[in-house]
């Protein structure tokens, strides 16, 4: 029997708990009128391997691998690359971290309406409300300790997400893509409309934490991005934008065998974090390997914490000036999310925090920036 509408999980490096109790929610509907795609975005292998043995277990769903650890997460590329592969009238964009009341996919089948996409009311649980005590209790014995508006769980028709090419994939790591979707449609002329009643019900979990952005770390982490990620929402707003400016090829995604090539470099080049070599490398140097897979390593120079160095800083002797790690990996991060998000590439900080490895296949994109 054909399904009305296919719900789309994105994953990556998530706790496959959640991801359990979340299907078993939908294996417990009344209706079985959907199909599940599961996107599992460039999780390291010890994730992708667990998170494929628990979709495994249930037979609607599909699981599919793409990107590779290398590349920044990007939720846009992971729902885009669902939504291609969607074959039903109607998809609902969901998230790993909820659980469906027993009603829901019923409930859908009622609402749908091709002239519009629905957003639903989601009640947060307590952080002692985990997923061994969530699995203890039904919907109803869950007490959220408060509800809300969601923003990128939703349904919506198939032809509308394909009509305005999905997400806009210039948006990285955390926010606003969500609501830029839902301008664009309701700028392609579709109706926005609220559903009240609870249906369902999200799991407690840390928020993101948008002050360590300011902090180096070995999970890539680029300072503002939540700022710059809202400038892009506000001027799609203001050019009244229906499909995504800069947009990659819709659908497309890299794959695992991609980081194979880079692997490979033509080029390498090796420096420390002098501000001047840094950015003439960035801004000239880089720009000028078209068709090159480029290998790029800065590493910090301990003389820059020398104390010869900081006496000539004192006395305001001529010295090369340095940048800190944190402002090499944010000068390379912007690089990818302004120029190279359509390109291969592979992206890496050391875990003593003295080295970041960046690596990108010039030769082709997956589409022109």
């Not at 078993?24 to 009344?30: A, D, E, F, G, P």
């Not at 300072?223 to 990659?248: D, T, Y």
């Not at 090159?292 to 010295?319: R, W």
């Amino acid at each position: 029997m054909s399904k009305f509408f296919t719900i789309l999980y994105t994953f990556r490096n998530r706790d496959i708990y959640r991801v359990r109790l979340s299907l078993r929610s939908l294996q417990q509907q009344k209706d079985s009128n959907f199909m599940v795609v599961f996107v599992d975005y460039g999780s390291d292998p010890d994730y992708g391997i667990a998170v494929k043995k628990v979709v495994d277990d249930f037979d609607f769903v599909t699981y599919h691998y793409v990107a590779h650890p290398g590349l920044l997460w990007n939720k846009s590329k992971a729902i885009n690359y669902g939504i291609y592969k969607a074959t039903t009238p109607y998809v609902f964009l969901a998230d790993v971290d909820v659980i469906f009341h027993h009603s829901f996919s019923a409930v859908m089948q009622q609402l749908a309406t091709p002239v519009g996409f629905y957003l639903f009311t989601i009640g947060y649980l307590p952080k002692e409300i985990n997923t061994k005590e969530a699995q203890k209790l039904s919907f109803e014995q869950r007490k959220p300790t408060h509800t809300g508006d969601t923003f990128g769980i939703g349904l919506f028709p198939l032809e509308a997400l394909q009509r305005v090419e999905g997400l806009d994939t210039f948006f990285h790591f955390y926010g606003s893509e969500d609501a830029d979707l839902n301008a664009r449609l309701q700028q392609a002329g579709y109706v926005l409309k609220y559903h009240k009643p609870l249906l369902i019900q999200h799991l407690w979990h840390p928020r993101y934490p948008a002050k360590r952005d300011t902090q180096l770390t070995v999970q890539p982490r680029l300072s503002n991005v939540q700022r710059i990620n809202q400038r892009h929402l506000q001027w799609h707003q203001e050019i009244k934008a229906i499909l995504p400016c800069g947009k990659g090829i819709f659908g497309n995604c890299y794959v695992k065998e991609d980081q194979l090539i880079l692997e490979k470099p033509t080029k390498t080049y090796q420096l420390f974090n002098i501000s001047a070599h840094v950015i003439h490398f960035l801004e000239v140097v880089l720009p000028a390997l078209q068709g090159e897979v480029v290998h790029f390593v800065c590493k910090e120079d301990s003389y820059s914490h020398s104390l010869k160095y900081q006496v000539k800083q004192f006395l305001g002797k001529h010295t090369q000036p340095y940048l800190s790690m944190k402002q090499v990996n944010d000068l390379v991060l912007q690089q990818i999310v302004f120029y190279y998000r359509n390109c291969n590439y592979s992206y890496a900080v050391s875990q003593d925090l003295k080295e970041i490895c960046f690596t990108v296949d010039l030769s082709k994109q997956l589409s022109n920036v």
